[in-house]
């Protein structure tokens, strides 16, 4: 490729790039999200700063806490799953 072709393209966002497969879009912001995360994570557990006595404590039953937890992530499943439908459809059309 020349300059003048690279000049005359329109450089494409990194993050809403849809020319690429679904598969791979997923993976990319999975990643986007789930490494920076796991820094923090791994950065204050080393730290100290998070430890066996700073965790959170959960106090009650102990089944309103699980239910609450599982509300909570079949709650982001299900939104997951439906923006992926979502975007499955509009491919289709």
Known sequence: MTDE???QQPRRSF???TSISM???VLRM???S????MAVGIALAT???VNEQTGPGF???VLVVLAFIWVVGIFAIVAGG???FQAFQQRQA
């Open 59 to 61: 106090e009650g039953p």
């Open 30 to 32: 999975g990643l986007i």
């Open 47 to 49: 730290t100290g700063v």
């Open 15 to 17: 993050l809403f790039d």
């Open 34 to 37: 789930l490494l920076p995360s």
């Open 5 to 7: 072709n690279q000049a």
């Open 23 to 25: 598969r791979r879009y």
């Open 82 to 84: 439906v923006q992926i």
